[in-house]
């Protein structure tokens, strides 16, 4: 913690990956305390008025009782979530609180007491949350930038602890699966450490066996096996898919979204934006391109398959390695193929199985 700040605040848009943070602080500040009542850690989720007016109290109690035998006291307030904008949150007996708690944090004996609050989400016009950024030891962590390297970082050392592998694409893999959730990735790691054994490796085909699909990511594994190229596990795939699934639109909207962006991949592959020795692209490469299509789209920045700059460059560099299988004919034609496809859905809705059969084989056949 800074020698001159009262307290430490790890805020962001996540609240595992911020949570997660907090905990790498905690234990470290705690090292070497014996006392476990001179560790508090307070649960800081409040629904309404009445639960924040007492998680306040009990924070204030906690940094204002002395250790019983005389040691530091570590207390962390954990999982703040009325400095969000919601309606406990712009309450006004909510913010009366928050300046309530300001004059307490500004108060702190530091020799005595360590603090650390960590909040997800924040609403950033907040003067607390203004306050706690100029005044705390303060960190700020962002999903979309920070996100994926923290969640990566954090796969590979419980696995390498253990004595398990995990390959990269297998971690994306995963985090297709479970469509971005830190939380549900963490869960699903320990599951699947606890299934291999030590000095086995976790591969893509035991995530794609033992790992639910969650979300928009409901439609991975059919779309990732199709645009692979491979027929035989385009058709197993598909077969999974329908055994649990009736709706046949979801899929080939899936099919089409990552067909745009491998079209529009082909195009810069082509024109030699990103040439043969093209294995990955970054964040620079993505910037430095765009500059050059800027005026071809439109100043949306929200995600979209119809724009690629819009896209995670990690996301883009694993279709990269898919682009390389298909010409842009072959892409062209897929999209004809998933238009014709769904003439087809409309005509026959109750059999869909057997038509994305037909489309695999009429598109990935010899």
């Known amino acids: 913690m800074s020698i001159s700040a009262k307290f430490a605040f790890i805020c962001g848009d996540d609240e595992f990956l911020v949570s997660d943070r907090g905990k790498a602080w905690f234990e470290e500040e705690t090292k070497g305390i014996t ?46 979530n009325f400095m969000a904008n919601s309606q406990t949150g712009n309450a006004k007996g909510t913010l009366e609180l928050l300046e309530h708690l300001k004059s307490v944090l500004e108060s702190i004996d530091t020799e005595a007491v360590s603090v650390l609050i960590t909040a997800s989400p924040v ?36 696995c390498s602890d253990l004595g398990i592998k995990i390959s990269q694409s297998a971690i994306q893999l995963l985090n297709d699966k479970v469509n971005g959730n830190n939380r549900l990735i963490a869960m699903e790691v320990e599951k699947l450490t606890t299934y291999v054994e030590k000095g086995g490796v976790i591969t893509e085909e035991l995530i794609n066996e033992m790992v639910p699909n969650f979300g928009e990511g409901d439609f991975f594994e059919a779309t990732d096996a199709f645009f692979s190229g491979q027929l035989e596990w385009t058709l197993e795939a598909l077969n ?123 598109c990935l056949g010899d």
């Open 35 to 80: 006392d476990e009542l001179s560790k508090e850690v307070i649960d800081a989720r409040g629904n309404n008025l009445d639960e924040v007016s007492q998680i306040v109290d009990r924070f204030i109690e906690a940094i204002q009782t002395q250790s019983m035998f005389g040691e530091k006291k570590i207390v962390w307030l954990k999982a703040v």
């Open 240 to 362: 999974r898919h329908f055994f649990t699934q009736t709706e046949a639109r979801p899929l080939l909207g899936s099919l089409q979204s990552r067909n745009r962006l491998m079209i529009q991949l082909r195009i810069l592959k082509d024109s030699g934006e990103l040439g043969t020795g093209f294995q990955r692209i970054s964040q620079n490469d993505l910037a430095r391109i765009f500059g050059k299509f800027r005026e071809h789209f439109d100043e949306d920045t929200s995600k979209s398959n119809l724009n690629v700059f819009t896209q995670n460059p990690y996301y883009l560099g694993r279709l990269l390695k898919d682009v390389n299988h298909f010409s842009l004919k072959n892409l062209i034609d897929f999209q004809i193929a998933f238009a014709e496809t769904f003439e087809a859905i409309v005509e026959t809705p109750k059999d869909p199985i057997a038509i994305f059969n037909q489309l695999a084989i009429r």
């Open 123 to 158: 609403y950033k016009v907040k003067s607390f949350y203004k306050w706690c950024i100029k005044e705390g030891d303060s960190e700020i962590i962002d999903s979309g930038k920070d996100g994926t390297a923290r969640i990566e970082e954090k796969i590979q050392k419980t």
